[in-house]
């Protein structure tokens, strides 16, 4: 009896050793998986429309066994950093905006993929303005709105070209500029009231996920301008980043995203939401498109 409870308590011994240095390998392994895949460095300005494709394509990258860091500066100080191989990828870079960056850098940074289309800028009403769909529409009509528009600062550069539209059309508008929160909180105390409204509005954003609104059309300065042209969401990588990090690339030169689903994951951030629990949730229930993006 004594012989056999020592043979069994032996034969537990190595069951026990086995399954530990089992775990040491595997944990070993996965170690050495994540140390053979380099760090890469995401860039992130303060726009909202940054924040959520960036934390997705964070998260999947990390579970590819990237380990990934992030940049936060101003656009122009991204681009840089793309173009000097210390940022490897930004998510959000506005076409034709943003075009410039990549004609400076053209030897260190390309677009590798349309993240979406359709990221309209302008004139925004309310829909319940039914009579209202092209900036030419307000011609004559301009007391609807009390002759003003609501806008952001007057600094930005899109102001300009609003500047530009009103002349354009020969509107008899005046800007009444502030923050964009300020601008709109004053568009929202209008619409509480479905009174007729006019402002400045960009997609993706809240406020279209909030309101049911329209950006007006523009056809005619667009196309004697080229003001207020539709463009496209572009990611941009350094060149280098193919050799560096082949998955990642390959996954990133799929890369796709709705701008509906990036205003709702804008709005639930701005009410609040944890930004890394809104990733893992679009993650979850997008496990098919994010297996065909890496492949």
Known sequence: ????????????????????????????????????????????????STVPPTKI???????????????????????????????????????????????????????ISVSYDNANSGMVVPAYMEDINDVEDLQGNEDLVNNEMFAIGEGDPAMQDMEQVIDFYDLDIEMVNSSEGAMLAAAEAEMEEENPVLFYGWRP???????????????????????????????????????????????????????????????????????DEIAEEWIANNQDKIEEMKN
């Open 1 to 48: 009896m004594k012989k056999i409870l020592f043979m069994l308590g032996i034969f537990v011994m190595s069951v026990v050793m086995y399954a530990c240095s089992s775990n040491d390998e595997s944990e070993n392994t996965a170690e050495g998986n994540n140390e053979d895949k380099p760090t890469l460095n995401l860039g992130v300005t303060n726009w909202t």
């Open 57 to 111: 394509a964070g998260k999947i990258l990390e579970d590819m066994g990237y380990n990934i860091e992030e940049t936060n500066a101003d656009a122009g100080s991204i681009y840089t950093g793309m173009s000097e191989g210390d940022v490897d990828v930004f998510m959000d870079s506005w076409f034709p905006a943003q075009r410039q960056y990549i004609e400076e850098y053209s030897d260190s940074i390309e677009s």
């Open 205 to 275: 954003h809240s406020m279209f996920e909030n309101y049911d609104l329209k950006i007006l059309s523009n056809e005619a300065a667009t196309e004697a301008e080229g003001l207020f042209d539709s463009s496209s969401i572009n990611v941009i990588a350094n060149k280098g980043l193919e050799e560096k990090a082949p998955e990642a690339f390959q996954f990133l030169s799929n890369w796709s995203i709705s701008v509906e689903e990036m205003e709702k994951m804008i709005a639930e951030i701005d009410g609040g939401a944890d930004p």
